[in-house]
T-cell receptor
Framework: NAGVTQTPKFRVLKTGQSMTLLCAQDMNHEYMYWYRQDPGMGLRLIHYSVGEGTTAKGEVPDGYNVSRLKKQNFLLGLESAAPSQTSVYFC???????????FGPGTRLLVL | EDQVTQSPEALRLQEGESSSLNCSYTVSGLRGLFWYRQDPGKGPEFLFTLYSAGEEKEKERLKATLTKKESFLHITAPKPEDSATYLCAVQAITDSWGKLQFGAGTQVVVTP
């Protein structure tokens, strides 16, 4: 099992450009989460999904959109990137709420 | 509002020098407290889950304990390979979606 994978590993964007980050899990987990990690601030939840076709906002959702068309995939979109979105993005999944979340390797995003 | 504070921010240890990391939390009813290890450039790796005060879990040189207001991660006779950032997160019993509130982490460096 690959667990949780993320694509791409690293990306540089110009302000105003758009992109989609892909998260895939092969553990048949229901719950999936997108976090961002910034120095000194810990991991903050952006959006999450409790099943195929169902998404919800987390702590810092502004500027991001998500979709979960297939159970194994959770996409994070930036429609118009801003320098404040420079961060490391992590995806996680869990079988059920309250169970351990397993994290992917991260996507490092730099917005110029 | 749920809050997690980890201390110290950074810890430098000599190989074999035991120490403890602190995770203080405020949550409206604790469902679970999670410890993760994160190596530079990698995603968080799950270590332990603690559910109730008095509970302890061990793995190699690491031992996690839980009280009603804080958790400790004890590192006994650390080795250089224990160098990492250790993250603590809480899950509230009132949350149905498994959301985690993370602390900012403690960066541990173990020198030979």
């Amino acid at each position: 099992n690959a667990g949780v994978t993320q694509t791409p590993k690293f990306r540089v964007l110009k302000t105003g450009q758009s992109m989609t980050l892909l998260c895939a899990q092969d553990m048949n987990h229901e719950y999936m989460y997108w976090y961002r990690q910034d120095p000194g601030m810990g991991l903050r939840l952006i959006h999450y999904s409790v099943g195929e076709g169902t998404t919800a906002k987390g702590e810092v959702p502004d500027g991001y959109n998500v979709s979960r068309l297939k159970k194994q995939n959770f996409l994070l979109g930036l429609e118009s990137a801003a320098p404040s979105q420079t961060s490391v993005y992590f995806c996680a999944s869990s079988r059920l709420a309250g169970e351990t979340q397993y994290f992917g390797p991260g996507t490092r995003l730099l917005v110029l | 509002e749920d809050q997690v504070t980890q201390s110290p921010e950074a810890l430098r240890l000599q190989e074999g020098e035991s120490s403890s990391l602190n995770c203080s939390y405020t949550v409206s009813g604790l469902r679970g407290l999670f410890w993760y290890r994160q190596d530079p450039g990698k995603g968080p790796e799950f270590l332990f889950t603690l559910y109730s005060a008095g509970e302890e879990k061990e793995k190699e040189r690491l031992k996690a304990t839980l009280t009603k207001k804080e958790s400790f991660l004890h590192i006994t006779a650390p080795k250089p390979e224990d160098s990492a950032t250790y993250l603590c997160a809480v899950q509230a019993i009132t949350d149905s979606w498994g959301k985690l509130q993370f602390g900012a982490g403690t960066q541990v460096v173990v020198t030979p």
